[in-house]
């Protein structure tokens, strides 16, 4: 149980924007884990600014998510303070350069590069996250992946300093983004080419059929399980080991696409992190790779 009187402060603070013991299914897009302590929706900076300061002063624990898209949260669920970036969600544009806050919906990016013919993201066409978790994920589909256009980005850090780092100064790669694990990151500055607009427009629009073809959007899930191990593909090595449509509980390896786990029904965080553990056995025992998680678990396992 909360300890309600201990967050009064932030209750006062933040209103209905803060909830106590607000189950992970309702902000994972996997649909599925247990409680955060404490929930709350920051609706601006200076907010999100004056929360991680209370959470430092007070020596509790802030988890950051944008989407909840790439995390599977434990059945006991999140101590502490879990923070949702999604009202923090200003745009600007000027002349080739895109500034976004952390909590935009990285797809409005994407979108409004190829509306104003800025090229080298349309083809993250539909990843359904926040700017902030893209940037730690390094998202990418098709090609593309967020560094590719990243200038800067905007953090704070533990002790609570802002900082602003270039790209140069943050190691990144395949999905990978270091040294931003223990930052919360604001916002971001993308810097694109010029380009033809109805080219943007009618690759945003093939990477979106792309998707919806091939991905089993009808179900809750968090995209990828595994990252591609180098020469392969995971839902190819998950398929050839015979574990399309393997259950367990209410999570499913998709039938429609291998390298996701979706949510059927009703599964819980252990189902889905059974499944997962399942899959990377039979597949080392098929094939000898081992798959690399690609999702986040947050809380107990
Ligand atoms: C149907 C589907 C399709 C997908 N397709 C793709 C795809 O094609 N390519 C791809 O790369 N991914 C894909 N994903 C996965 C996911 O959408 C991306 O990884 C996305 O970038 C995660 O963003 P998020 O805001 O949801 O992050 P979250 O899941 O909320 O968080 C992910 C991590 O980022 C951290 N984080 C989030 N915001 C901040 C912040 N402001 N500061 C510091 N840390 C932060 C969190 O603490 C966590 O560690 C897909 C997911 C789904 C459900």
């Given amino acids: 149980m909360p300890d309600c009187a201990a967050y009064s402060p932030l209750k006062e603070k933040f209103g209905e924007h803060c909830v106590f013991g607000a189950p992970a299914s ?18 601006s900076r ?8 209370w959470c430092r002063a007070a020596g509790v624990r802030l988890t950051l998510l944008g989407r909840g ?23 600007k544009v000027s002349g080739r350069t895109i500034t976004a806050e952390a909590g935009a919906l990285w797809d409005d990016v994407a979108r409004l590069s190829a509306e104003l013919g800025l090229a080298g993201l349309d083809k993250t066409a539909g990843i359904p996250g926040s700017v902030g978790g893209a ?68 690759d945003r629009s093939c990477v979106l059929a792309a998707r919806e073809t091939k991905q089993p959007l009808e179900f809750p899930s968090a995209g990828s399980v ?10 190819r090595l998950i398929d050839a080991a015979g574990l399309k449509g393997f259950r367990i509980g209410g999570a499913e390896v998709s039938a429609k696409h291998a390298g996701f786990i979706i949510n059927s ?3 819980t965080a252990a189902d889905i992190y ?16 081992e ?11």
């Fill in 69 to 91: 898209s790439n995390v599977l949260v434990s059945d006991k669920g999140l101590p502490g303070v879990t923070v949702l970036t999604g009202r923090l969600s200003g745009i």
């Fill in 135 to 202: 940037v730690r994920m390094n998202a990418g589909a098709f090609g593309q992946e967020t560094f590719d256009r990243l200038v800067w980005v905007e953090a704070l850090d533990q002790a609570g300093g802002l900082l602003r780092l270039e790209k140069k100064d943050i190691p990144h790669g395949y999905r990978r983004a270091e040294g931003l694990e223990k930052l919360i990151l604001l916002s971001a500055g993308f810097e694109f080419e010029a380009g033809d607009i109805a080219v943007l427009l009618q």
């Fill in 265 to 267: 029904g009703g599964a």
């Fill in 26 to 43: 309702g902000f994972t897009t996997y649909r599925a884990g247990g409680p955060a302590e404490v929930l709350v929706r920051p609706g």
């Fill in 46 to 53: 200076e907010d999100l600014l004056w929360l991680a300061g």
């Fill in 274 to 289: 059974a499944l997962m553990c399942e899959v990377r056995a039979r597949v080392k025992a098929g094939s000898g790779v």
């Fill in 291 to 301: 798959l690399e998680l690609e999702q986040i678990l947050l809380g107990d396992f």
């Fill in 226 to 235: 595994f990252k591609r191990p180098p020469g392969d593909y995971a839902s």
